[in-house]
């Protein structure tokens, strides 16, 4: 069947034209929201339009009304059906107190397992620096002072600490460098989840091995008081926010391989999703905190900085954290 | 950039369907160096400003200037997709816009998470591995859309249609023959007339030799529909002789 199609043009064209002015104003302005009167009239006229555009898919018609018709109908759809949800304010304080411990409560197994690889990893890393000493250079990262024999790298730091300041006027620009590289490496860590957890699992592992081999050769030269000293300030902050990217990336990985779920691959990402941000939001917080202390403290070493200090510092630093994630948002309402 | 575009279709509570068109590779790689270009622009500008502050101490000032960098080329992509409902500079100028996978509204977590996952789909360079999935796949989604949800779409421009240049109203010599006109009507499917259509339409997108040989083949097939006395079409090309064919098909009454 044919339609008129001046006739119908004519009749419907002001109704189309009403909808694409309505739907201009209200995505140039994304926060306004409609009275009644106008929310009725913009539901109204959607109706209209897509019944104009089902009667142009049945019968003959020309192609650019159709797809002016199309594009209408696409906006307007994507306005009524796509505000379900309540917007709500973003509450920092409250997103701090409870929203960030609780969900990483909710995915603990998945932080454990994260625990679990880096530690796999750091006995692989350390095992093997025990066994063969001359593969250093492959299992370390390939930063220079850690290629120095530990004994000649901390009598070099602690001389370098009683010739003044050397890390004066470079301080604030090394802690953004330490949280920008940091913050990489864990979205990279978390985005690789995507491959079904298996990026998340291999650099987990790979990052447990530099680890592992670094300690490992501290701790055999007899230089473990300087290493936890070094790594405690920061590590304390830093390598669970690395975790916590571990952990972020195996619910995605885990959300992608849906094993045991009944729910389709898009609704078992549509329902981590929030959870994946309010993670790695943490992380962002903690990588800020953690390039802080690594800029002002971590490289001061001793005589200016004694170790126990140091050390009794990372410690209540990582139990103040195991305490916010543990306790954090519970006994209020709606907690887990 | 073609006009071969995947599509993607979309149904409505109330039975509509209407398609989207998935937004290419090319497309979406020119719109992502466009907005690379404005976060280095905008980066530049705000260390020009930060500049005085290097004058108090070299330190703060490589520290702001290092943090703006980062800050903008993270956030850049998220704020503006958030604030203009899927779109950025580069993706407004080319066109595209990230929409809900359901056609909704994009949530911020959708935005995040398909920004946040970059860092895979740009490895290991130039966003090779996004790429290869968004060319590979059916919906045209890199790693980044998957886990969010999301879709990227052309919105090529549209305007409403002016229907006097295709069915002008001048005189028509087929409407003095009623009975041949509705056999005319009954007898040219949907499918023929909107064809004879689009090539009016077109017309002017024809090479000449084309263009006569398409119409010549028209007007004979709906000649052999209905065949209107020599008087209604003496003079009449087979161009004009296809117009007047639409006209009253589509047109039921002497407009």
């Given at each position: 069947m044919i339609i008129d199609m001046r006739r119908f043009v004519e009749a419907e064209r002001p109704f189309w034209t009403e909808l694409e002015q309505m739907l201009d104003v209200i995505e140039k302005d994304p926060a306004a929201t409609l009275n009644v009167e106008r929310a009725r009239r913009l539901h109204y006229l959607y109706q209209r339009v897509s019944a104009d555009l089902a009667r142009t898919a049945t019968f003959s018609f020309e192609r650019e009304i159709r797809a002016y018709l199309e594009a209408l109908v696409s906006r307007a759809y994507g306005e009524i059906h796509g505000t379900r949800e309540r917007p709500h304010r973003f509450e920092p304080l409250g997103w701090l107190r409870q929203t960030f411990p609780r969900t990483f409560r909710r995915h603990i197994r998945a932080f454990a397992l994260s625990c679990a690889l880096l530690a796999g990893g750091g006995v692989l890393g350390g095992g093997l620096l025990a066994l063969r000493p001359e593969a250093k250079a492959q299992l370390m990262p390939p930063f220079p002072h850690l290629m120095l024999d530990p004994a000649e790298r901390v009598s070099r730091e602690e001389e370098a600490a009683t010739?003044?300041?050397?890390l004066a006027g470079q301080k604030a620009h090394g802690a953004v460098a330490y949280f920008t590289h940091n913050t990489r490496v864990s979205l990279l860590v978390f985005a690789s989840g995507v491959a079904w957890g298996m990026g998340t699992i291999l650099l987990l592992f790979y990052n447990g091995v530099l680890l592992g081999a670094v300690a490992a050769d501290y701790t055999l030269a007899g230089q473990s008081t300087f290493l936890w000293a070094w790594l405690l300030p920061h590590g304390s902050v830093e390598i669970p926010a690395i975790l916590i990217a571990g952990q972020a990336g195996l619910v995605l990985g885990g959300a992608v391989l849906?094993?045991?779920?009944?729910?389709?691959l898009r609704a078992r990402l549509r329902r981590v999703v929030p959870d994946l941000v309010t993670l790695v939001g943490g992380i962002a917080l903690l990588l800020a905190w953690a390039g802080f202390i690594e800029a002002f403290l971590s490289q001061y070493h001793a005589p200016v900085l004694p170790y126990g200090l140091k050390i009794g510092l990372g410690a209540v630093q990582l139990l103040m954290l195991s305490l916010y994630l543990w306790r954090g948002g519970r006994g209020e309402v709606g907690s887990r | 950039m073609s006009d071969s575009v995947r599509r993607v279709e979309i149904r409505t509570p109330e039975g509509i369907v209407f398609p989207m068109r998935i937004a290419g590779p090319v497309r979406r790689f020119l719109a992502l160096l466009l907005d690379q270009a404005v976060v280095l622009a905008a980066s530049q500008v705000a260390s020009g400003l930060l500049r005085g502050l290097g004058l108090l101490s070299w330190d703060l000032y490589a520290a702001a200037s290092a943090l703006t960098y980062f800050v903008l080329a993270t956030g850049y992509p998220m704020a503006l997709e958030w604030k203009w409902r899927g779109q950025t500079l580069g993706k407004r100028l080319l066109r595209i816009r990230v929409i809900d996978e359901q056609g909704l509204r994009l949530r911020f977590s959708q935005v995040a998470v398909r920004n946040m996952l970059r860092f895979a789909d740009s490895l290991p360079a130039f966003y090779l591995l996004g790429g290869a999935f968004a060319f590979f796949s059916p919906r045209g989604q890199r790693l980044g859309d998957i886990a969010g949800n999301t879709l990227v779409v052309w919105h090529p421009r549209t305007r409403a249609p002016d229907l006097d240049q295709v069915l002008p109203g001048t005189f028509n010599?087929?409407?003095?023959y009623p009975h041949l006109v509705a056999r005319l009507r009954d007898g040219v499917s949907p499918a023929e007339a909107g064809l004879a259509l689009e090539a009016i339409l077109r017309r002017?997108?024809?090479s000449p030799d084309a263009r006569v040989d398409l119409f010549r083949e028209l007007a004979d097939h709906f000649r052999g529909i209905a065949t209107f006395p020599a008087e209604g079409t003496d003079g009449l090309s087979d161009e004009r002789y296809v117009r007047n064919v639409v006209d009253v098909v589509f047109r039921e009454t002497p407009g």
């Open positions: 010739s003044g300041d050397r849906g094993w045991g779920r009944r729910l389709g | 010599s087929f409407r003095e002017d997108r024809l």
